[in-house]
Nanobody
């Protein structure tokens, strides 16, 4: 069993900052990319940012220049630093680790529990 445990998030005023973390644990052999998605009410879940083991990053256009993703490969942990937050960033944010090789010998896509981030205007 593989678990992604998230922390951080909450309520912040527009222009403020939040930092989220996500730690993967359990029956892990290796993890490739790790990242974050978000889902606002009435909208589809969308990619926010993704980072490879080699630290290559990919960001949604809407967060470029404001959000920064980073990771510690040895600790299987990923962070999302969110600056200059806007009300439209309000959503449930989910940690994601696609293609995790587990000790059962197969790859699977894992999700964190999701945490609400609310940005007030």
């Amino acid at each position: 069993q593989v678990h992604l445990v998230e922390s951080g998030g909450g309520l912040v005023q527009a222009g403020g900052s939040l930092r989220r973390s996500c730690a993967a644990s359990g029956s892990i052999v290796s993890i490739n990319a790790m990242g974050w998605y978000r889902q606002a009410p009435g909208k589809q879940r969308e990619l926010v940012a993704m980072i490879s083991t080699g630290s290559s990053t990919n960001y949604a256009d809407s967060v470029k220049g404001r959000f920064t993703i980073s990771r510690d490969n040895a600790a299987n942990t990923v962070w999302l630093q969110m600056n200059s937050l806007k009300p439209e960033d309000t959503a449930v944010y989910y940690c994601n680790a696609p293609g995790v090789l587990n000790t059962m010998g197969y790859r699977a896509n894992y999700w964190g529990q999701g945490t609400q981030v609310t940005v007030s205007s």
